[in-house]
């Protein structure tokens, strides 16, 4: 089974902070993917990543950079974190633009 | 640009009873149709996709969906619903490599 894990599941912050999110998976997918959620607002697209050293924007980056140095691993970073930033953060993996994207575990970011 | 509406905040069914959960979609060309189910504090899982071919796709737990291209909608059903089916659900359209999710909708099944 194709299994994605995220480096925390609970994390919190203070304002101003610089926050790395980390996300492995093991299937040697190349495509990944960052996602925020909020209730009410479904799943938005902030950064996404076609293959080692590919980013490309989603739909809301703003305050967010990515890295993706290893085929496996792809991490966010919040620059500096701000309390409109807290959410569940979201990363998953694909194979490809016809496949299912499977999900890790999330991570829930309070910023204070 | 794409879009997918899911129309209902919240499903009320009774253990049993069958259940459908509505999504309408818009997109230019031909899309990849995803449903997937969220438990409390979990990721996102995998339950059905339709890329081509057969407009009623079966997918894991019992769910099927049917693909209306006329009516551009994916809406996920089940026979016969479990208490334990109670989730949120999000339905997802992908088109040129990107994926774009509906708000979801909270299914409950009351005993």
């Known amino acids: 089974d194709v299994k994605v894990t995220q480096s925390s599941r609970y994390l919190v912050k203070r304002t101003g902070e610089k926050v790395f999110l980390e996300c492995v998976q093991d299937?040697?997918?190349?495509?990944m993917f960052w996602y925020r959620q909020d209730p009410g607002l479904g799943l938005r697209l902030i950064y996404f990543?076609?293959?080692?050293?590919?980013?490309e924007k989603g739909d809301i980056p703003e305050g967010y950079s990515v890295s993706r140095e290893k085929k496996e691993r792809f991490s966010l970073i919040l620059e500096s974190a701000s309390t409109n930033q807290t959410s569940m953060y979201l990363c998953?993996?694909?194979?490809?633009?016809?496949?299912?994207?499977?999900f890790g575990p999330g991570t829930r970011l309070l910023v204070l | 640009a794409q879009s997918v509406a899911q129309p209902e905040d919240q499903v009320n069914v009774a253990e049993g009873n069958p259940l459908t959960v509505k999504c309408t979609y818009s997109?230019?060309?031909?899309?990849?149709l995803f449903w997937y189910v969220q438990y409390p504090n979990r990721g996102l899982q995998f339950l059905l996709k339709?890329?081509?071919?057969?407009?009623l796709v079966k997918g894991s737990y019992g769910f099927e969906a049917e693909f209306n291209k006329s009516q551009t909608s994916f809406h996920l059903k089940k026979p016969s619903a479990l208490v334990s089916d109670s989730a949120l659900y999000f339905c997802?359209?992908?088109?040129?490599?990107?994926?774009?999710f509906g708000d979801g909708t909270t299914l409950t099944v009351k005993p």
């Open positions: 998953a993996s694909t194979t490809g633009p016809q496949e299912t994207q499977y």
């Open positions: 299937m040697d997918h190349e495509n």
């Open positions: 990543s076609y293959d080692v050293k590919m980013k």
């Open positions: 997109v230019s060309g031909n899309p990849y």
């Open positions: 339709y890329i081509t071919g057969d407009n």
């Open positions: 997802a359209v992908r088109y040129a490599g990107k994926s774009t």
